[in-house]
Nanobody, 123 residues
Framework: VQLQASGGGLVQAGGSLRLSCAAS????????MGWFRQAPGKEREFAAF????????HYADSVKGRFTIFRDNAKNTVYLQMNSLKPEDMAVYYC?????????????????WGQGTQVTVSS
């Protein structure tokens, strides 16, 4: 079971990044997926989740309207398109998978976690 997150980097405020999370092993299109983030000195927080089919998505209020989560089940990959980035978005972003079909904003309901990718936003 493996989740490989990538796509982080350094971007100016107002810029965009697209994160990818490639799943392998026992994780498949029947798993809901989520993105969480953790800033220095803060607890991990929910950003977005997507159901197994992609038909249901949910966002934290802090990213709603700026971030879009979507998935390509043929590639077993989930993406997080981040637009209009703000300095407060700077964090390590983690993708996660749950055996649940529909997803959750609760990190404790996720069974598998990727290694994280750093997003740095300069003001």
């Amino acid at each position: 079971v493996q989740l490989q997150a990538s796509g982080g980097g350094l971007v100016q405020a107002g810029g965009s990044l697209r994160l990818s999370c490639a799943a392998s092993g026992r994780i498949s299109s029947s798993n809901a997926m989520g993105w969480f983030r953790q800033a220095p000195g803060k607890e991990r927080e929910f950003a977005a989740f997507i159901s197994w089919s992609g038909g249901t998505t949910h966002y934290a209020d802090s990213v709603k309207g700026r971030f879009t989560i979507f998935r390509d089940n043929a590639k077993n990959t989930v993406y997080l398109q981040m637009n209009s980035l703000k300095p407060e978005d700077m964090a390590v972003y983690y993708c996660a998978a749950t055996v649940d079909l529909y997803g959750s904003s609760r990190s404790d309901l996720y069974d598998y976690w990727g290694q994280g990718t750093q997003v740095t936003v300069s003001s």
